[in-house]
């Protein structure tokens, strides 16, 4: 039984290696259509899921359309005060 608990616990820790690979907080496919437009007017220079353009969708929040903004709410990036600043 040791080795039964021993494997399973190894290949928990496998797996779980393989989900560090991608971002914790990837977008969604629905922000990355809904934000396409405002990636390439305000942060075309960062790549896609860097802290980087999280940084520039922050600074930028104001100037970024309200699909996008919506779409930023709904997958919970950002508050939804965020909304109310029309």
Known sequence: MKRFET?????????????????????????????????????????PDSTELRRCFESNRKGLTSTCTRALVDAGEVPARYLKRR
């Open 7 to 47: 494997a399973l616990l190894s290949a928990a820790l496998i797996a779980s290696a393989g989900l560090l690979a991608v971002p914790a907080s990837a977008y969604t496919a629905k922000v990355r259509k809904a934000c396409a437009g405002d990636y390439q007017n305000f942060c075309a220079q960062y790549p």
